[in-house]
């Protein structure tokens, strides 16, 4: 027998390119491509792709010309997925050339199909994975027509042998750790496949629908249709037909963090194409794994043979990576999930069961029925005032104990996603990012220690043990109830008391009504305020001694059909939990019909956050996000310290300007000490935009003027007179351009503006001096320049230094004022500055605040001179209702305690500076990020098309956003093109914050969607 290094082909390109000319007559360039066994070349002949494949010496023509066959057909059934076979000059699809050496190889040309190969594309989203499952479920379709006449023959990697295939060949394996999963995947075979193969149906299979094979061709962000495409039809085979998708399957878990997800996309695609059975649903996950366990047999084997060939082991150490995976999660649970794949309830016996128990009456779990209340655990409970999750048990219990007595309890719902798992103990890996088991499978039954547990119904006694762990069940008991030889299911009750452990042994028979256990303390119960956890389970999925009390959001579904709701027994009347899916589709739905779409939603899917703290925002699903962009709640959402400050005054007083008040007037020198001394009057209102508007009727008032220059791609607010000074919004859409009164001159932009670079202060503001000289000609005097002293809407902008001094000066020399809008950046963003107009080396006349300075709470302010407050006083009296009321005070005053007392300024300083400059290392490895800027935090990232042509990317810019965002951290867009990031989050941010950001992003960076270069399939 020749061996495989001898039977490959070794023709040079010289001759490769003869062959083609002779037989094909095309010329053009060849590049190698990898195989394993034959030898292939990429054709480009005018502009026209080839494959030239010549095959080892062991090849069969026969065996090629069935190939020839399926990829013809298949070609014929869909253009775009198959290679097509080139008939040579003569009308032949295989033609003998002959090597140096005298050996006939079998030679042919088939079309090169081009895209993404999916072994380097990245990230499998759910939507790629679930078309990729659809595109194997169509080949299954297209080959039911295929009936060649072949022989059946043994492959060594067919399935239908891959037991034997890897006991021959476990002996490669050396590691005694690699050993052990694969006889533990070879016992789940034995008992779980066994003959059951004979009942799977039959076909012709393309047997190699690997990671290297399967290409997408079509943009991975685009909206069209996903086409994919397969090459490489050496391995098709007559076999069993679920065998293409285990291939698909098992090389598609390479390298993934949550196996189980992937498999539940392929599988929802492949089944709405082809639609799957119970022997296959069944079987598929034992088939997987025997897939991986044959291919890292196999490597081994041929590594041993073959150590230099690197083609062998490309895939070896990730698929023993899943297989480490797989070998911790249940066979059982995987089919249940892959039956909810196919649309199915995930455990078959659920609706049985509930109905069985519909007809039943169970015994009180008390002894008797109690009064109770349902307390809301949820993540967005109004009953939770502060963020209690398991590391403030002390305040849980405060929430819990003062409202059980004897008589009553208190009720914990099931299927409630909770705030109080949203810990480190709870941590759930999906495949992108990581989230919280939060979703309870149960029902807790608050109650005082001691009280006796009785079994609701007649049940075996088939497990009970301590779960001594901190946050675990403690002294847990569960029976076993047979309702007849088909039907049974499992009653699962933990944090019970020690002494519970003591009465029964396991196999005792109890009856409806016998005491089982008593309620546990917290010190033996698993620190929980004390209460007893019911749970109703149809399958232990090979659990002995305890069960998962909790799933995570994605997996709620298959865990509720494994764990129905206990209330089928417990029989409460009112407690069902409201699923957070539904819930946000009824807010969103009501926000449609009654919320005007002129008030835009964040992100594609949009998010029902219930709950913030800090620098992090929490939706009703379970997940976290770390909040990047929202600059309003400038000391963290729902701060303890402004929150007390807010509700102590809401308690005792709340009322308007018209009246002597401490707040007032303490808070308005307390804010007033923050700037310049000659900045020493304050005005409250309620927004920004108030503020805004205030000050320009300050200015009119001080000057008698009524003209303003402002900057290019301004926003300023969102009342008429500010709209008329926000180019951003008069001069895009809906906008109807710009009043007489207003001049517009370029946006100091040192990237992209019409003066580039950092010494560009007086070119721009010469624009200011022409505005200036056209007013004076036109006999105009000028009121105001009115900017934010860094642009946000505009783009994050850092203006050239001195910029602002220069034109301040030239303002108030022609008598106009100058206001400086820090509603965005103001209250120490800058870090190194109060104030970002300090960054400019300036003292403005009239300063603008809003958005931080009541840390979401609505409050505006205007801080000015006596001169010009004293100008104000001689027109109208102002007044505004709300503006300056007690609560408001309490609130900005407790605001800039906070910033003082945790040295918010400092950190926005030393994380600004740590973040800006992670930022810019990545911006020297990436051709899309063009320039990286910011101060403090406040931080802009300008995503370009390529670095050479600084055209700007929206489109790239959007989908890192919306990736960032899947991945767990809230940014946003903004600038006149619609491509800068921009970073402006609580001052709480801190150093860890900066590093997830940053390897998040560098992340995203690799998706082959912004990668610049096409990926082409590597192997054929």
Request: net charge negative; with cysteine.
């Amino acid at each position: 027998m020749i061996s495989k290094n001898d039977s490959k082909p070794k023709f040079s390109e010289n001759e490769v390119k003869q062959h083609l000319n002779e037989f094909y007559n095309l010329q053009g360039n060849l590049s190698f491509l990898p195989s394993y066994l034959d030898q292939n070349f990429q054709l480009i002949s005018n502009n026209q792709q080839f494959v030239c494949k010549i095959s080892n010496l062991e090849e069969l023509s026969e065996h090629l010309i069935f190939q020839n066959q399926m990829m013809q057909h298949l070609h014929d059934k869909n253009n775009d997925s198959f290679p097509q076979i080139i008939s040579s000059i003569k009308g032949d699809n295989l033609t003998y050339i002959i090597s140096s050496t005298g050996d006939k190889y079998l030679f042919r040309l088939v079309t090169y199909l081009s895209g993404h190969v999916f072994s380097k594309l990245y990230p499998h989203t759910t939507e790629i994975l679930t078309s990729l499952g659809e595109f194997i479920g169509k080949l299954r379709n297209y080959l039911l027509d295929f009936e060649p006449v072949i022989e059946k023959k043994y492959f060594k990697w067919d399935q239908e042998h891959g037991i034997k295939t890897i006991s021959k060949h476990k002996s490669s394996i050396i590691e005694n750790d690699k050993l052990r999963i694969i006889e533990y995947f070879q016992d789940l075979f034995n008992s779980e496949i066994g003959e059951s193969l004979n009942n799977l149906r039959d076909g012709i299979i393309h047997g190699d629908a690997n990671d290297n094979n399967l290409i997408l061709q079509n943009p991975i962000n685009s909206d069209q249709e996903v086409i994919w495409g397969l090459i490489d039809f050496g391995d098709f085979i007559y076999s069993r037909q679920i065998y293409d998708l285990t291939i698909t399957i098992a090389y598609a878990l390479l390298g993934k963090e949550n196996p189980i997800s992937t498999i539940i996309d392929i599988v929802r695609g492949y089944n709405s194409k082809y639609e799957m059975d119970e022997t296959e649903r069944l079987l598929l996950f034992p088939l997987i794994c025997m897939r991986l366990c044959v291919s890292v047999c196999m490597s081994a084997y041929h590594k041993n043979l073959d150590p230099e060939n690197e083609y062998i082991a490309i895939s070896e150490q990730p698929a023993w990576n899943v297989l480490t995976k797989l070998k911790d999660i249940s066979h059982k649970y995987a089919y249940y999930c892959i039956r909810w794949a196919c649309g199915l309830n995930p455990h078959p016996k659920i609706d049985s069961i509930i109905s069985w128990s519909q007809k039943q009456d169970f015994y009180p779990i008390f002894g008797k029925q109690l009064d109770y209340e349902v307390i809301d655990l949820s993540i967005g409970s109004l009953e939770i005032p502060v963020f209690v999750n398991a590391d403030n048990l002390d305040d849980f219990n405060q929430l819990i104990i003062p409202r059980i007595d004897e008589r009553k309890i208190l009720i914990g719902r099931y299927s409630e996603s909770r705030l109080m798992y949203l810990h480190d103990t709870f941590i759930h890996e999906e495949n992108d990012y990581s989230t919280w088991r939060v979703i309870h499978l149960g029902i807790d039954l608050f109650t005082n220690p001691n009280n006796k547990v009785f079994a609701p119904l007649d049940g075996e006694i088939v497990s009970i043990f301590d779960n001594k762990g901190h946050l675990d069940y403690g002294p847990t008991i569960i029976l076993k109830h047979t309702i007849d030889s088909d039907n049974e299911f499992y009653t699962l009750y933990g944090h019970l008391s020690r002494d519970s452990l003591n009465t029964f042994s396991i196999g005792t028979k109890v009856e409806a009504g016998t005491v089982i256990g008593e309620v546990g303390i917290s010190a033996e119960n698993g620190n929980w305020t004390p209460h007893v956890h019911v749970q109703v389970i149809l399958d232990l999925l090979d659990e002995k001694t305890t069960f998962p009390g909790v799933s995570s959001f994605n997996e709620r579904e298959i865990w509720k059909s494994i764990c129905p709701d206990p209330n089928i027994i417990l029989k409460y009347e009112s407690i069902e939990f409201i699923d957070p899916q539904i819930e946000a589709k009824i807010i969103h739905d009501m926000r449609n019909q009654h919320i005007s779409s002129a008030i835009s939603i964040s992100y594609n899917n949009p998010l029902h956050i219930v709950r913030g703290y800090m620098q992090y925002l929490y939706s009703q699903d379970g997940r976290r996000y770390l909040d990047a962009v929202n600059n309003v709640p400038i000391v963290g959402h729902s701060h303890p310290s402004v929150v007390e400050a807010l509700c102590k005054q809401a308690s005792l007083l709340n009322t308007n300007t018209r009246y002597l008040q401490k707040n007032l007037s303490q808070y308005a020198k307390q804010l007033c000490s923050l700037f310049p001394s000659k900045l020493n009057v304050a005005f409250f209102v309620n927004s920004g935009s108030e503020a805004n508007e205030l000050a320009i009727r300050l200015a009119k008032a001080f000057t008698g003027n009524d003209d303003f220059i402002v900057i290019a791609n301004a926003y300023h607010g969102n009342t008429n007179q500010i709209i008329n000074l926000s180019p951003y919004k008069f001069d895009n859409k809906g906008g109807k351009g710009k009043p007489d009164n207003v001049h517009v001159v370029s946006m100091p932009y040192p990237y992209r503006g019409t003066f580039q670079g950092n010494e560009t202060a007086r070119q721009y503001a010469d624009e200011v001096s022409q505005k200036l000289d056209m007013l004076k000609i036109q006999r105009r005097g000028i009121a105001a320049f009115i900017a934010e002293s860094l642009p946000g809407v505009g783009g994050q902008i850092i203006f050239p230094k001195n910029y602002l001094k220069f034109v301040y000066e030239k303002i108030h020399k022609d008598g106009g004022v100058c206001i400086a809008d820090e509603v965005q950046v103001g209250f120490a963003r800058m870090g190194t500055h109060y104030w970002g107009f300090e960054t400019q080396d300036v003292i403005p006349d009239i300063v603008t605040l809003g958005k931080p300075i009541g840390n979401g709470h609505p409050i505006g302010a205007v801080i000015t001179t006596k001169e010009i407050a004293k100008a104000f006083e001689n027109e109208m009296e102002f007044f505004t209702t709300t503006g300056g009321n007690t609560i408001s005070m309490a609130v900005g005053k407790a605001v800039l305690d906070v910033i003082k007392e945790e040295q918010l300024q400092n950190n926005a300083k030393d994380v600004g500076r740590y973040l800006l400059n992670g930022l810019q290392e990545i911006q020297s490895s990436s051709n899309i990020i063009g320039e990286v800027r910011g101060w403090g935090l406040f931080i802009g990232i300008e995503i370009v098309k390529t670095k050479e042509s600084k055209n700007p990317s929206s489109e790239f810019c959007y989908y890192i956003v919306e990736q960032m965002r899947e991945k767990g951290i809230l940014l946003s867009v903004d600038g006149p093109d619609h491509n800068v990031i921009k970073i402006k989050p609580p001052l709480v941010f801190s150093r860890e914050n900066a590093d997830e950001l940053i390897s998040k992003l560098k992340l995203i960076l690799t998706h082959t969607y912004l990668k610049s270069s096409k990926l082409n399939n590597s192997t054929i």
